[in-house]
């Protein structure tokens, strides 16, 4: 059974730049389709962006698409987040997950494994 660990999170300002990670253990990171999701307080968890199972494809929401990247390192099996260009409404409790299967979906519930979870904190 895989298992998720994010790290990297923390408190930055307006137009600044933060990079998440989601590493890895038990099952490697090429196997899986893998989604970044975020929630903040009181609101659902919502779609990211998310990387396929080949690397070959990427999807992110609008709100973040030319502001955030995935990447992955297959060698230190982790997936990678790269914020830049942070809004306060990016604030929230960043999420990685995998998916069994190789394509990309925005749909929460069809992610299998998550990780704890990491905070961002975006100040204006």
């Known amino acids: 059974q895989v298992q998720l660990v994010e790290s990297g999170g923390g408190l930055v300002q307006a137009g600044g730049s933060l990079r998440v990670s989601c590493a890895a253990s038990?099952?490697?990171?090429?196997?899986?389709?893998m989604g970044w999701f975020r929630q903040a307080p009181g609101k659902d968890r919502d779609f990211v962006g998310a990387?396929?199972?080949?690397?070959?494809?990427?999807d992110y929401s609008d709100s973040v698409k030319g502001r955030f990247t995935i990447s992955r390192d297959n060698a230190k099996n982790t997936v990678y987040l790269q914020m830049d260009n942070l809004k306060p409404e990016d604030t929230g409790v960043y999420y990685c997950?995998?998916?069994?299967?190789?394509?990309?979906?925005?749909?929460?519930?069809?992610?299998?494994?998550w990780g704890q979870g990491t905070q961002v904190t975006v100040s204006s």
């Open positions: 990387i396929s199972r080949s690397g070959g494809s990427t």
């Open positions: 997950a995998t998916r069994r299967y190789s394509s990309i979906i925005r749909i929460a519930s069809t992610y299998d494994t």
């Open positions: 038990g099952g490697t990171v090429s196997s899986y389709a």
